[in-house]
């Protein structure tokens, strides 16, 4: 078996980061794709590749994803329009972090990163993300008091 077959299934989180904030900079792309769901998070994916893929997710106020991590994709996302929010346990204590995350942040994580990303802003807000490889599950979190407790593990036909 070649050695290099891993390295070249991966995109790296900076090649990730590059991407979504390219495509936020091309509204042109997707911004007549963009739907608004009162029920849940509206997304569709834009591409899909044998090493990547990228969704489109709109969040109105209030929309969250909850804490999760990502099936050992590693990840990138960009806000494009509006503002969101993403909740984080830090090295090296495990504290909780809150990021504010306006029109033109970008996140770019590794394989094993948790995050909570909700709209607190009162304005709906639009985001591009890509991972890789592309999803093949995820793990759901609740935070308490005493740290993250796993709630479901869920597999891809559950988006
Ligand atoms: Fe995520």
Do not use: C, K
């Not at 709906?124 to 993250?148: C, F, I, N, Q």
């Amino acid at each position: 078996m070649p050695m290099t077959t891993e390295l070249t299934t991966h995109l790296s989180p900076a090649a990730l980061r590059g991407l979504v904030t390219e495509l936020a900079d091309r509204p042109a792309e997707w911004i007549h794709l963009v739907r608004l769901a009162t029920e849940e998070r509206w997304y569709q994916r834009l591409r899909l590749t044998e090493d990547h893929e990228v969704w489109l997710i709109s969040w109105l106020p209030g929309q969250s994803t909850g804490f999760h991590d990502h099936g050992g994709a590693r990840g990138a996302f960009a806000v494009a329009l509006g503002e969101l929010e993403e909740l984080s346990l830090g090295a090296p204590d495990g504290a909780l972090h809150t990021r504010r995350l306006p029109a033109g942040a970008v996140r770019a994580f590794g394989p094993d990163y948790l995050h909570d990303v909700r709209n607190t802003a009162n304005g709906p807000a639009v985001t591009l993300h890509a991972y890789s490889p592309p999803l093949t599950g995820m793990t759901r979190y609740e935070l308490r008091a005493d740290g993250l407790h796993t709630t479901a593990v869920e597999g891809p036909e559950q988006w």
